[in-house]
C-alpha cells in the first residue's frame, strides 16, 4: 500500500476520535507486513492519566488479532502534524526498531521518519 492511502486512512479516523477534553483528534493507520491495516484514535477519560493514544489504540488491536510484525504507521491530528508521544514510540519499539512513522502538515506532502531515529536507546528487558 502506497503511504500516501496510509496517511488518508488516518486522517478518515479523525472523526471517531473521542477527545471531548483536549478537542485533540488523532487518527492513525498501522500496517502489517501482509499489507493488512489497522486503524485508532485517541481514546480520553474523565481520569486524564487513563487516556489512550491513537497509535496504541492502532498497535493494541492488530496485535490482539494476532498481528506481530508492522511496516509503518501514519499518524494524523486535528491540530496539524503530530509525531508519536514517548509513550508510544516505547511501545511501538517492543514490536518494532524498523517502523516508518508518517506524518504530514499539509495532508498533502508527506514527512517520513523512522522509530530508529524518533526514539534513541529505547528501553529493552
Ligand atoms: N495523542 C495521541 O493520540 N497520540 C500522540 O502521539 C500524542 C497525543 C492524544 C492524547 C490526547 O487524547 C490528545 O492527543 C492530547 O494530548
Known amino acids: 500500500m502506497e503511504y500516501k492511502e496510509l496517511y488518508k486512512l488516518a486522517e478518515g479516523m479523525l472523526e471517531k476520535a473521542y477527545a471531548p477534553y483536549s478537542k485533540f483528534q488523532v487518527g492513525a493507520a498501522l500496517l502489517t507486513k501482509e499489507g493488512e491495516v489497522f486503524t485508532g484514535v485517541n481514546v480520553e477519560n474523565a481520569s486524564y492519566g487513563a487516556t489512550i493514544c491513537a497509535e496504541r489504540t492502532a498497535f493494541v488491536k492488530a496485535i490482539s488479532e494476532g498481528h ?10 486535528s491540530g ?17 526498531d524498523d517502523l516508518d512513522i508518517i506524518t504530514s502538515k499539509d495532508g ?15 528501553f529493552r528487558l
Open 108 to 122: 498533502e506532502n508527506l514527512n517520513i521518519t523512522n522509530i530508529k531515529d524518533l526514539l534513541l536507546h529505547g
Open 68 to 77: 506481530r510484525d508492522f511496516t509503518a504507521i501514519a499518524i494524523a491530528s
Open 80 to 96: 496539524g502534524e503530530a509525531y508519536p508521544c514517548g509513550i508510544c514510540r516505547q511501545f511501538m519499539f517492543e514490536f518494532s
